[in-house]
């Protein structure tokens, strides 16, 4: 894994699917469990295009979920 700030490791690697498990002004403060992939990560942030929203979005990595590829969530 890549390191980010203050050499800490990068809890995902870009091309990694995650899971956003909180609320976002993105959906309108409404409650998503969005699937998305992460386009860069630099602890202790990354940037993810999320699939509900169609937009790039940057989280806090600790919260997101990473998913196993292959997996096809429902």
Avoid: C
């Amino acid at each position: 894994m890549s390191k980010g700030v203050n050499g800490e490791e990068n809890l995902f690697e870009a091309g990694d699917l995650v899971k956003r498990m909180i609320p976002s002004h993105y959906t309108g403060g409404l409650h998503s469990d969005a699937i998305g992939v992460v386009l860069k990560a630099y602890f202790p942030l990354a940037k993810v295009y999320f699939y509900d929203t169609s937009k790039e979005e940057v989280w806090n990595q600790k919260v997101l979920e990473k998913l196993s590829k292959g997996v096809n969530p429902v």
